[in-house]
């Protein structure tokens, strides 16, 4: 009996709690690390995800209008920040133009202007042109496009990830071979 409350001191009990704390600490790093190694295997959402913006029929020719979607990796607690926009701008009967809202200078969502057929960022004076090209303004690029395709009369982006200049070059490029 005597070596039983031997084994069991002072030193031993905060030793066993600091481990269990650590052990803890080490569990909570973990699960997102686990996280991001296992979510690109995720079933619902993620990347390659093509998100409907509705029939083609929507969008009259030579307009440009707003369309907003969920993005695919929104969880159900994220409510309104979950859902996204985009600006559709129809160009010929099967050929579009998605443009990201965000301006390509530091991310303020864009506006379109019909009657000047311009779109213009209220933070710093960014303008574009129609085609989502430059026009004035710090932005050091046109706005950025989501890869599209028509598939049975209706408009889908590919919506899993935010297009950028990696992107970009492969948008213009799926575009052509998708409507072509």
């Not at 909570?28 to 690109?40: D, Q, R, S, T």
């Not at 990347?47 to 929104?74: H, K, M």
């Amino acid at each position: 009996m005597s070596d039983e409350k031997a084994a069991v001191t002072r030193r031993w009990v905060l030793v066993s709690i600091g481990a269990l704390l650590n052990g803890a600490v080490a569990l909570l790093v973990a699960i997102p690390v686990v996280g991001y190694l296992l979510g690109p295997i995720r079933k619902n959402g993620g990347y390659n995800s093509w998100i409907d913006l509705g029939d083609v029929s929507q969008f009259a020719l030579g307009e440009t209008r707003l369309a907003s979607f969920v993005s695919p990796g929104a969880m159900p607690w994220d409510g309104a920040t979950g859902k996204a926009a985009c600006w559709v701008r129809r160009t010929q009967e099967q050929k579009f133009q998605v443009f990201a809202i965000n301006c390509a200078h530091l991310g303020c969502p864009v506006r379109w202007f019909p009657q000047s057929e311009l779109f213009m960022c209220p933070c710093h004076g960014g303008v574009y042109y129609a085609d989502g090209s430059r026009a004035a303004g710090p932005p050091p690029r046109g706005l950025f496009e989501y890869a599209y395709k028509v598939q049975n009369g209706k408009l889908l982006i590919d919506g899993g990830q935010m297009p950028t200049l990696a992107t970009s070059a492969s948008v213009r490029k799926e575009s052509s071979a998708c409507t072509g």
